[in-house]
């Protein structure tokens, strides 16, 4: 009679480490992400400093402030960006419906063990892949992702162009790395 070379218990251990390195894996970009974007993340005082709003027409101007606020203000622009493509995607049923239907569909084909039989036809699941890019792609078309991704980027552009060119830059501006005193 011979022994196990591990236990049930031990073998259940190992596979449940294994699926949560895999996960981990999976949603180690969020991890990233988070750290490496959204650590910088200015506070909404700061971000709304009502002390800090001047108007001016001098094109110089607003471009000395485009160039310190996009780079100070990057995590928080970016926040913004992802909100208004959230709000573009909830907004559109017809577009939650083909972003649900694409990746639902790349799930379903990656989960598939061999090539799928239709009809005496055998598809190979690059095959599958290859149509259902193209199926996905005329969806988007029609479901209207490129007007949104364009609203997208208009709406993106006039808030942060606009809060950008507004803002003064705070007392750190006068203090950064170019040397000046």
Same mark, same amino acid.
């Given at each position: 009679?011979?022994?196990?070379? !591990? ?41 709304? @400093? ?19 606020? #996009? ?12 909100? #208004? ?9 017809? #577009?939650?419906?083909?972003? *649900? ?11 598939? @063990? ?8 055998? #598809? ?30 208009? *709406? ?10 507004? !803002? =003064?830059?705070?007392? =750190?501006?006068?203090?950064?790395? @170019?040397?000046?005193?």
């Amino acid at each position: 009679m011979s022994t196990p070379l !591990l236990s049930s218990n031990t073998a259940q251990t190992l596979g449940a480490a294994a699926s949560n390195m895999a996960s981990e894996a999976r949603f180690s970009f969020l991890q990233r992400f988070r750290e490496q974007r959204l650590a910088n993340i200015r506070p909404l005082g700061d971000f709304f @400093d009502k002390n800090r709003i001047s108007f001016t027409t001098n094109f110089h101007t607003i471009s000395q402030r485009w160039n310190y606020n #996009l780079q100070y203000f990057s995590a928080n622009y970016l926040v913004i960006i992802l909100l #208004l493509g959230v709000y573009a995607i909830i907004t559109s049923w017809w #577009l939650v419906f083909t972003i *649900a239907f694409l990746f639902g569909g790349f799930f379903l084909i990656s989960r598939l @063990d061999g090539p799928l039989t239709i009809g005496g036809a055998a #598809l190979s699941p690059s095959t599958l892949y290859a149509s259902y890019a193209g199926i996905s792609l005329l969806l988007l078309l029609f479901s209207g992702a490129t007007g949104a991704i364009f609203w997208i980027i208009g *709406a993106a552009a006039i808030i942060i162009l606009g809060h950008a060119a507004i !803002l =003064e830059p705070g007392l =750190e501006g006068d203090f950064s790395a @170019d040397g000046q005193v």
